[in-house]
C-alpha cells in the first residue's frame, strides 16, 4: 500500500488520452468515463487502505503488540497526508465544475 502520488490524476488523464489515441479514435465518451471512474475508485481505495494500515498499528501500538513508535507515526502522517490530498482534489474538482456551470454558451 503506497500513499497517492500527487501527479496520479494527471498520470491518469494522461494514459486514457494515450488509450484514446492507440485506439483510433473510436473512443466514445462513455469510455472515457469509464477508465476515469476506474482511476478514481483506485485512488479513493489508496487513501482507505492507508487510512487501515494506519488504525491497525495505532491499535496494536495502544495494545502494547507493537514496540517501534516511529513506524506508527509514519504510517499515522502518511495516512494523514494521503486523505489531505484527497480532500484537496476533491476541493479543485468541485471548483472546476462550479467553472464549466458558470460558463456561457
Known amino acids: 500500500m503506497k500513499p497517492i502520488d500527487p501527479q496520479f ?46 488504525n491497525q498499528q495505532t491499535n496494536a501500538l495502544v495494545n502494547g503488540e507493537a514496540d517501534n513508535l516511529h513506524n506508527v507515526m509514519i504510517a499515522a502522517e502518511k495516512a494523514s497526508v494521503t486523505l489531505q490530498t484527497a480532500t484537496e482534489v476533491q476541493n479543485k474538482a468541485v471548483e472546476a465544475y462550479n467553472k464549466v456551470m458558470r460558463m456561457q454558451l
Request: proline share 0%; hydrophobic share 30%; glycine share 2%.
Open 9 to 54: 490524476f494527471t498520470q491518469a488523464t494522461g494514459e486514457i488520452a494515450k488509450q484514446q489515441t492507440q485506439q483510433k479514435n473510436s473512443v466514445s465518451a462513455s469510455d472515457v468515463q469509464q477508465n476515469f471512474a476506474k482511476e478514481l475508485k483506485n485512488a479513493i481505495n489508496q487513501v482507505n487502505e492507508t487510512q487501515q494500515a494506519s
